[in-house]
T-cell receptor, first 116, second 115 residues
Framework: AQSVTQLGSHVSVSEGALVLLRCNYS??????LFWYVQYPNQGLQLLLK??????LVKGINGFEAEFKKSETSFHLTKPSAHMSDAAEYFC??????????????FGKGTHLIIQP | NAGVTQTPKFRILKIGQSMTLQCTQD?????MYWYRQDPGMGLKLIYY???????DKGEVPNGYNVSRSTTEDFPLRLELAAPSQTSVYFC??????????????FGPGTRLTVL
């Protein structure tokens, strides 16, 4: 079975600083990887996803992530943090199956705090 | 398109009561999902459906039931509510399987408290 580990339940950065949110996965087959963002009292919104094309994936709001198979990682970065980036971020994994949907397996989430 | 809509937004239940959480999508998606989100625990899959009339259990199905009579609707039924079912519930849908890397679209959630 696949799993996701997000290092750091809370990450605090200054406005304008680099954002780095860490995600490591475990899967016995090549996975699909996702980053979702959740703003307070809202549902989840897709930021970006890796589906075995380019290993560097660009998403919305200036975020990007790089798939590194050798490190089983899919870390999320943004060069310059903005106050509006404050939210909960979830890394998730799914694997190809012969049948059935089986949903996404989520990490526990990282709460991003932006300091003025 | 409204996307994925959920009702109600909030609900307080007493132990032993039952209720149905409603979920509707207008994107003609085949796949629909129910997740629960507990603080600090991420989201866990309760049930999913690959099309009308077809449902299957996820990771945490105990205490819940689902049905899928139409493509648009995927209600989640709680029988005999327990405090352990206090959570935020999210419905999601996708055109094809998550196992095929397809994007899931989420509703705004239902916050349920069982006292």
């Amino acid at each position: 079975a696949q799993s996701v580990t997000q290092l750091g339940s809370h990450v605090s950065v200054s406005e304008g600083a680099l954002v780095l949110l860490r995600c490591n996965y475990s899967s016995s087959v090549p996975p699909y990887l996702f980053w979702y963002v959740q703003y307070p009292n809202q549902g989840l919104q897709l930021l970006l996803k890796y589906t075995s094309a380019a290993t560097l994936v660009k998403g919305i709001n200036g975020f990007e992530a790089e798939f590194k198979k050798s490190e089983t990682s899919f870390h999320l970065t943004k060069p310059s943090a903005h106050m509006s980036d404050a939210a909960e971020y979830f890394c998730a994994v799914s694997v190809p199956r012969g049948g059935g949907a089986d949903g996404l397996t989520f990490g526990k989430g990282t709460h991003l705090i932006i300091q003025p | 398109n409204a996307g994925v809509t959920q009702t109600p937004k909030f609900r307080i239940l007493k132990i032993g009561q039952s209720m149905t959480l409603q979920c509707t999508q207008d994107m003609n998606h085949n796949y629909m999902y129910w997740y629960r989100q507990d603080p600090g625990m991420g989201l866990k899959l309760i049930y999913y459906s690959v099309g009308a009339g077809i449902t299957d259990k996820g990771e945490v199905p105990n205490g819940y039931n689902v049905s899928r009579s139409t493509t648009e609707d995927f209600p989640l039924r709680l029988e005999l509510a327990a405090p352990s079912q206090t959570s935020v519930y999210f419905c999601a849908s996708s055109y094809s399987s998550g196992g095929a890397g397809d994007t899931q679209y989420f509703g705004p959630g239902t916050r349920l408290t069982v006292l």
